[in-house]
DNA sequence: CTGAAAGCGCTTACAG
DNA sequence: CTGAAAGCGCTTACAG
């Protein structure tokens, strides 16, 4: 497996030229350029990249990193797959890890990530002041944060995210305008800045529309199907149950559909429901969900497009892309 | 950065010792490793697992690789899942590439992975002799196959996956205690094991009870979600459209769902379903899903029990897991 | 118990 | 256009 030298011992050339070869270089003739060629093919070589990276610390390593909160959460799977689709057009590969909204484990693969010295890293950050992504930024990486920016923080990075006010603003005006006023926001963690962007937008929208806020309708525990059950059940449980329930994320939509389902309840006609997070299969649904869109293949594709930009060149100036959200009407409303 | 010399000469000591500290070689004085601790702390030195890879051809770098077809389905996010904890618990990273059925694709992933040098790969075969898995064993890699085997080929790999013939068996069975006769079967894409598996435990299942196959009720193309609903289309479009349904795996299903909905029918009053693959939120549908369960996370975790195994001791003997499924049996399927 | 030195597989000035 | 050589940051016999 040594296999620059074999290569080059067949080859009749030295490893440098052998290692020209690979990198494109310019300077080889096209007769050594043929015959290293097919040394490489007889012998079925692909360079180490190991030792590629550990050498060239100006090259790029082409690979980058995916450092995921929750990767049960079908929108990071969209994400993903956005990212993964716009790296490996243009020949990276992407590392990733999951870190399952633990601190601690996010440290961990955000540490191997640089000690394998990717090229660049895409990161949701735990939280507004992820002190961890923050350190990574100060070592030097290329960074770009999707879905939840960095707030108050000394370093400058490139955000792609989507504007949670305003989606949920929609849902909740569209929701009024079928004359619903007793609609519950069930919320994710309340540490997430998102989760207080869409708690924003539920507010305003009910301002807006002069709807009295009823706190006991705002639900918050965790961002995670458990949660999305629990709470949904607390809310039928009230005196006065409400007559439409917002979900602030694909997870707490179906935890909120079983606990719906468990009494028997019938969507739309006992109970309207919109969800933040739109799902591939939200029209398999019975009734299809009326959801607010926010593209994970989108950002994702946006943040790699960032990424490999920041890569080539260091010094570009750091921006905040902000994507917009649709109100896909579907049939888990109805008119009051 | 170049650490461990920075870390040596602020420890007064060469980089060998460092390098000792660091692995937890025995012969160190415990105030020599003292003092290179509270040095490696004072300067937040990392090792460059990059050079340590590169270096230590023996031990272990706590890499390990895991390549899927289809990260968009959620039973390999299940997959994912199991792997990730049982790795991370052992401290072990997880490098994660998606095929996307593409074995091109494959192949680079394949590739980066070996030139990576990881510890050892869990891989789902894109078919039962995919070479190239076969050539990554022998190029000497400890592998792990999950949810496909590998047939008809000379190397011997643990393989990891559920009793898809038996699985399905028991659904049809239920399907026919229950009345059915006219039962279709969506069926994943022909070229792929578990696809045959799955129709065996059909055809068994049709034979036992002696109800005839009608073969025009057997449907394949793709294993993705847009074949599932195109598929259930053809049935309903059908002269003597089926009573009831089963879909072999999860996308198809909710492939299927969709344009059962899209029909208005009414499941199970119109038309029964059961699916191969349980989703964690399967009981958030309406009705909540009859399915045949299979645990990604299970093989997940296991594969990665048995590829640490492997690493550890590559001559073990290696072996086939066939987990057993599970019909939860819920409301999608009705009494004729 | 510790250090000097070789070497993992590459890339890249430098010299020719 | 090509080669000899240094060096990336580590680990590990070897010697003491």
Not at 76 to 105: C, L, P, R, S, T
Not at 226 to 254: C, I, K, R, Y
Request: proline share 4%.
């Amino acid at each position: 497996m040594s296999s620059l030298k074999k290569v080059a011992e067949r080859a009749n050339v030295s490893i440098a030229t052998v290692s020209r070869v690979i990198n494109n270089a310019q300077l080889v003739s096209p007769a050594t350029q043929a015959r290293v060629e097919l040394a490489i093919r007889e012998l079925n070589y692909s360079p180490n990249r190991v030792a590629q990276r550990l050498r060239s610390r100006h090259s790029s390593k082409r690979l980058i990193g995916l450092v995921l909160p929750d990767i049960q959460n079908p929108f990071y799977v969209d994400v993903i797959h956005g990212v993964e689709e716009f790296a490996y057009q243009h020949n990276f590969a992407v590392m990733i890890g999951n870190f399952g909204q633990d601190q601690k484990k996010e440290k961990i693969y955000l540490d191997i990530l640089q000690s394998e010295k990717v090229d660049g890293m895409i990161a949701a950050p735990s939280h507004g002041k992820d002190e961890n992504i923050v350190q990574v930024i100060k070592n030097g990486f290329s960074v770009v944060c999707i879905d939840r920016g960095l707030v108050d923080v000394d370093v400058d990075v490139d955000v792609v995210k989507v504007n949670n006010k305003e989606g949920v603003f929609g849902a909740i005006e569209y929701l009024i305008e079928l004359g619903h006023t007793r609609i519950a926001h069930i919320t994710g963690h309340p540490l997430i800045p998102t989760t207080l962007e869409r708690v924003a937008g539920y507010e305003a929208a009910m301002h807006k529309h002069n709807v009295q806020i009823d706190q006991s309708l705002i639900k918050s525990s965790n961002s995670d199907y458990q949660s999305g059950a629990q709470l949904m059940t607390e809310l039928l449980d009230m005196e006065e149950p409400p007559s439409a329930v917002f979900t602030a994320n694909n997870l707490l939509t179906l935890g909120a559909l079983k606990s719906i389902h468990e009494r028997g309840l019938i969507i739309p006609d006992d109970i309207s429901i919109i969800g933040f997070d739109d799902m591939y299969w939200s029209m398999s649904l019975n009734p299809p969900l009326t959801a607010v869109r926010q593209s994970g293949y989108d950002i994702g594709k946006k943040a790699a497009e960032l990424l490999l930009q920041n890569i080539l060149n260091p010094n570009k100036l750091k921006k905040n892309f902000i994507l917009s959200t649709e109100l896909i009407v579907r049939k888990s409303c109805k008119r009051l």
